[in-house]
């Protein structure tokens, strides 16, 4: 099974449990973490811009159709797209930004979903949201973000080779 198929599978596993587990958690607050979100984040991390903007498309219009939909059909996919397309750049312009780029977005999510819930009129968008549920948004996403990308990096890339080492021995029988 190639990457990008273990990948699909991963995220369908995550949605599940993102919507089955992790919304019903008892958490303080009205918030939980995106693990959505963090997953396109770490695709993107892996893949670059234009692979994080599709996938994050793809995630988000599958997530705006999972129940409970309380939002507008295709937010989602909008959020994703643009946040999946902000962590591939971000790595594409500094490769060592990774893990920046990570928990830069794990707090920009929350961020792009309520500016972009508010300019489509989304009635949920407004000050209670801007001062109650996005700290706790953001500080969720925050703690959740670097196990899950580097789960899904680690998936999405593969295990990082390692240098082989000859021994000393052999090195110097050929000197």
């Given amino acids: 099974m190639g990457r990008n198929a273990m990948f ?3 995220l369908l ?3 599940i449990l993102q919507v089955t587990v992790v919304n019903r958690l008892p958490l303080p607050g009205h918030a939980a973490p995106d693990l959505v979100l963090l997953a396109v984040v770490g695709y993107a991390l892996a893949r670059g811009a234009a692979a994080g903007a599709v996938m994050g498309f793809a995630a988000g219009l599958v997530s705006d ?3 409970p939909a309380a939002h507008l059909l295709g937010h989602n996919a ?3 797209c643009l946040i999946g397309f902000m962590a591939g750049r971000a790595v594409e312009s500094r490769p060592a930004a990774g893990p920046l780029a990570a928990l830069a977005c ?3 999510g929350p961020v792009v979903a309520l500016v972009t819930g508010a300019l489509v009129g989304d009635p949920r968008a407004g000050v209670s949201m ?4 996005l700290p706790q948004a953001m500080i969720y996403n925050l703690l959740a973000a670097p196990p899950v990308v580097w789960m899904v990096r680690r998936v999405v890339k593969g295990p990082e080779p390692r ?5 000393r021995s052999a090195m110097r029988s050929h000197a």
């Fill in 65 to 67: 159709l999972l129940p």
């Fill in 8 to 10: 699909v599978a991963l």
């Fill in 13 to 15: 596993g995550i949605m």
């Fill in 78 to 80: 909008l959020v994703f």
């Fill in 130 to 133: 801007l001062t109650a549920v």
């Fill in 163 to 167: 240098p082989i080492q000859m021994p």
């Fill in 106 to 108: 794990a707090i920009a």
